[in-house]
């Protein structure tokens, strides 16, 4: 006995002495500082400058980060580097836009995959955006500089908005880069990142769907897993080797560096580090924070989409015309709404509101340990949970606004956007044609994927469930008059407002777009819809909106003394920043985990599972036959493991987020083993409170990606240009 809780005691003190490994996004370069020694312990080869080196070539100088033209640092998805001419792995559902734009009912590539026999033949995708990272700095004392504790928030932010913008003009001055300062814990600390941003970024190849979205949206955030998202790209440059906007001219980038790819694969327990661009996190909210979420905000904007996701699935189980339509409105609808689900479970699992008010407790005698301390840190907390009673409601008008208003029927959105136009006036002449070029280019669009008898009834469900679950004082001035005119009957409304309306068809719209003139802004304002939505978008700007953000202000303030009192109090502890689409590093080990009760998940899937759940009755599983014949022949070239089987997903304790979409999973010699590109159910509450026991993050294997590249699209020329190692 007293043995046992001896080392126990051990144990403990290590654990509280060390950073753990699995939990944390760690700024690359920090690593050296907080994180080399015990990535080494953990099975690591390599060093931390061979992650992150500003004076030469290293490994965060073969990670992409995906961004669009006009807002590149907000990145959508992680990519990675593994040839010498440029040539880009990320997943299939980051490369989906793109694979969906050169998509026609002639060439469906997203159907039917698509690949690039030569270098003529790969595509350009416009708007497209890839950053390198060239080195990062620590700019927080410049950012902060004369900020001072009591002066006024709006000040605050005004100097260090005045701030920001001198480091990155001084920065970017004399180069072709581009520098971006972000906000780190909470506003405590401030890091630049510099970057050298591509803007010629052409499709290579993919998968059909029925490989890269291989069990759609019924298996999405679940283990175990099989499908093969991934997707292919080549990074153009100019002649010079340096970013130029789309040429015939320009050339595959040669970059400093690429990823070698390694066959030998994964075992259980093997280190793994993913770098990448982890979007947003909020591990350090308070318990008043995750009640308001997981008690009032989620639950209700998982029954919107809830209702939404069943009118769309029944017209697409109907008509394939239709599946075709929705199905990527469908997809994008359940990503979060599935997530969200988790999420509660997963909390509710781990006690998280109880041990968040167990860390709240602790803090508070903390603060009032010493007078010093008190002046500070006393009280905040009790301030932060007056100010999340106040926000509960407006946060929930807010999320019907969003979800059940501007999105509950995407009419309403495309009305919104005719708002521009009907405040042109006579004055503005020439700024009348382009807004109706835009807006006819939007209304060919918007209806290619459009049905509008499911269009009537999504209107008429959110608008009932807007007007059901919100009080009046809540409740945009339109919706409570059809309220009271329709009594209640929303389905009623919806059909008399379609009929009327020039949303209801291209035709309408597009007739009412060529015979505009400006003194029919008139009639824009008696459209039902454009009505409706201009009525939400009135009422959400000047009732919801003001309060709202008045009051999440305070909360920002509050949680950024509350983030600075936290690690104050816990001076041993190593902490992380949340994710900000900045470039984290996440190690951790391959593991299966225990889902539930008697129940063990391996850590890796096979083809032998993709051939178990073949059914080409079920869209989601229809197995190409192409990839049952290679089953049948078992024909897998160098591409199996250890017991020749073939290698498909595996899972492991990485702490990633949305954003590490396609980034590269590697081995501890850093030769990349996988693509990241999803999390499983029981852990996807790590976004708010990790748990190593049953967290984890879902890889791609890249060998079942070599296999399908090599032996099931014939396009086994592009390997000769990866550096890969036996
Ligand atoms: N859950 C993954 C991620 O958040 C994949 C989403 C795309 N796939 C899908 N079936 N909806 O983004
Ligand atoms: N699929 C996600 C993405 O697009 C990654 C999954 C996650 O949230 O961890 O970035």
Not at 45 to 68: F, S
Not at 308 to 334: C, E, F, N, T
């Amino acid at each position: 006995m007293r043995k046992i809780s001896l080392l126990l005691l051990s144990a403990l003190l290590l654990i509280g002495s060390t950073v753990k490994a699995d939990e944390g996004m760690w700024i690359p370069m920090l690593l050296k500082k907080y994180n080399i020694e015990d990535m080494q312990k953990a099975g690591f080869k390599l060093t931390a400058e061979d992650i992150y080196d500003i004076n030469q070539a290293c490994l965060k100088d073969a990670v992409v980060g995906l961004g669009r033209e006009g807002r590149p640092f907000r990145h959508f998805c992680t990519g990675e580097l593994v040839s010498d001419q440029g040539l880009m792995i990320t997943n299939h559902h980051c490369g989906y836009g793109a694979i969906q734009s050169h998509s026609t009912l002639e060439h469906d590539y997203l159907k039917d995959g698509f690949w690039a026999m030569s270098r003529e033949e790969e595509l350009a995708n416009e708007g497209i955006t890839a950053s390198f990272l060239i080195r990062m700095a620590d700019v927080t004392t410049k950012v902060l500089d004369g900020v001072t504790d009591d002066m006024k928030e709006s000040d605050r932010q005004k100097l260090i908005k005045k701030h920001i913008k001198t480091i990155v003009e001084e920065a970017e001055k004399d180069t072709h880069y581009r520098a971006s300062v972000k906000a780190y814990f909470n506003g405590n600390q401030y890091f630049m990142a510099v970057y050298e941003i591509f803007k010629d970024v052409r499709l290579v190849g993919a998968p059909p769907s029925a490989i890269g979205k291989f069990g759609g949206d019924t298996d999405n955030w679940m283990w175990p897993r099989h499908t093969g998202d991934f997707s292919m790209f080549r990074i153009y440059a100019g002649k010079d080797n340096k970013p130029a906007s789309y040429s015939n001219d320009n050339v595959p980038l040669q970059p400093k560096q690429s990823f070698k790819i390694s066959l030998k694969g994964v075992n259980q327990d093997d280190f793994t580090m993913v770098f990448g661009y982890p979007g947003t996190t909020t591990e350090y909210l308070t318990s008043y924070a995750l009640k308001m979420m997981t008690e009032v905000d989620n639950p209700h904007k998982i029954k919107i989409r809830t209702k939404k996701l069943d009118l769309m699935r029944a017209d697409m189980d109907a008509s394939p015309m239709v599946r075709i339509q929705y199905s990527a409105k469908y997809a994008g609808v359940a990503n979060s709404w599935k997530r969200w689900q988790g999420e509660i479970k997963g909390l509710n699992r781990l006690n998280a509101i109880e041990k968040k008010e167990a860390l709240e407790k602790r803090f508070e005698e903390w603060a009032n340990s010493t007078p010093e301390l008190k002046k500070k840190y006393a009280g905040i907390l009790a301030k932060m949970k007056t100010y999340y009673d106040q926000v509960t409601p407006l946060s929930l008008a807010r999320d019907y606004a969003i979800e059940a208003g501007f999105r509950g029927a995407e009419t309403v959105g495309l009305a919104g956007s005719f708002k521009t136009l009907s405040n042109l006036k006579k004055e503005d002449t020439d700024k009348v044609q382009p807004e109706l070029d835009k807006l006819k280019k939007e209304s060919a669009k918007f209806f290619k994927n459009f049905n509008l008898p499911t269009e009537k009834k999504l209107l008429a469900a959110t608008l009932k469930m807007y007007s059901d679950n919100l009080s009046d004082e809540f409740l945009p001035e339109e919706i409570k008059n059809i309220k009271k005119k329709y009594k209640g009957d929303f389905e009623m409304f919806a059909e008399k407002a379609f009929a009327k309306s020039i949303f209801a068809s291209q035709t309408k719209l597009d007739q009412f777009i060529d015979n505009y003139k400006v003194s029919q802004a008139k009639k824009l304002g008696k459209d039902p819809l454009f009505v409706l939505s201009n009525s939400i978008s009135f009422f959400y700007g000047s009732k919801i909106a003001p309060d709202y953000n008045k009051i999440m202000d305070q909360i920002d303030k509050l949680q950024r003394t509350y983030m600075a009192g936290l690690m104050k109090m816990q001076p041993e502890k190593v902490f992380y920043p949340d994710a900000n689409s900045t470039f984290r590093v996440h190690y951790g080990k391959v593991s299966g985990y225990k889902p539930r009760n008697a129940v063990t998940y391996a850590h890796y899937t096979t083809l032998e599972g993709i051939i178990e759940k073949d059914n080409p009755e079920i869209f989601d599983y229809d197995v190409p036959q192409k990839l049952r014949d290679l089953y049948d022949s078992k024909d897998f070239g160098d591409y199996v493991n250890a017991k020749g089987e073939m290698p498909v997903c595996f899972a492991a304790t990485n702490h990633t987020t949305g954003g590490n979409s396609g980034s590269p999973v590697l081995n501890a010699n850093g030769e990349l083993i996988g693509l990241n590109f999803d999390r499983a159910w029981e852990g996807v509450m790590s976004d708010l409170m990790y748990d190593p026991e049953i967290c984890r993050n879902v890889s791609l294997d890249i060998r079942y990606v070599l296999f399908i590249v090599d032996k099931f699209a014939g396009a086994g020329y592009l390997l000769d240009e990866m550096n890969i190692v036996k």
